[in-house]
């Protein structure tokens, strides 16, 4: 079967309705998929409020045939407010995103095609805008090409987190000038019979020699 990538990019919504209830500023994020088996999650604004912004680009791999003009192969969107914690995230709203009315297999490929569409309350009615780009790609990252071989959908932002950071290393001059810290730590204190005392700091103990006057000292108080 023959595969394609599409993109959809979630910029952001407009005039949303905030759900009644306890919660005190709206914190909106979205869940898309092409299939109900690998959703896909932004992060919630957090200053947006009913104009939330999101900027997350999510990648679906998809059949030929979902792209074509008179499929009815659709990426569906529902937008919810952020309960955090501990209450419920309540719906705000629903967008279904025919594919074939965005005709990009007419379009050039790796251009993005800006749209926007009601988005649809749980009562029926149209309130709100959500603000999205639609790109068929021909070419993707190694990362992101191994992801979809796993799964069908992935998130840009989920690639960055799994992308491998290099490992700082230390030089050998300096474990050898650490060696003998860290041998000096091994040892253990109460085994010491000259009767100092340690004191832990920035990796090694430090020694502390009472002075025979000090038991005297605290009944020097009392005079």
């Known amino acids: 079967m023959d595969f394609r990538v599409l993109e959809i990019s979630l910029i952001s919504a407009q005039g949303l309705k905030p759900p009644s209830g306890p919660l005190r500023r709206l914190h909106a994020f979205a869940i898309a998929w092409s299939h109900p088996t690998a ?82 309350r749980p009562s029926g009615r149209l309130h709100g805008v959500l603000n999205f780009a639609a790109t068929l790609l021909t070419r993707v990252s190694l990362i992101a090409e191994e992801a979809l071989e796993e799964s069908p959908a992935v998130a840009y932002r989920e690639l960055m987190c799994e992308s491998p950071r290099p490992r700082r290393r230390i030089p050998p001059t300096s474990v050898a000038i650490l060696a003998p810290l860290m041998d000096r730590n091994r040892e253990d204190p109460e085994e010491r019979s000259d009767g100092g005392g340690t004191m832990c700091g920035l990796g090694f103990q430090r020694r502390i020699h009472f002075c025979p006057s000090d038991e005297n000292l605290p009944n020097s108080s009392t005079r």
């Open 39 to 120: 959703k896909l999650r932004t992060l919630p604004d957090q200053s947006g409020a009913e104009n939330p912004t999101w900027n997350e680009r999510f990648l679906f791999k998809v059949p030929a045939s979902f792209l074509a003009s008179d499929s009815s192969s659709a990426v569906s969107v529902e937008i919810y407010a952020s309960g955090g914690w501990c209450l419920p995230s309540p719906l705000i709203g629903t967008v279904r995103i025919l594919i074939g009315n965005l005709h990009l297999l007419d379009r050039s490929p790796d251009i993005p095609s800006f749209a926007a569409l009601g988005v649809r």
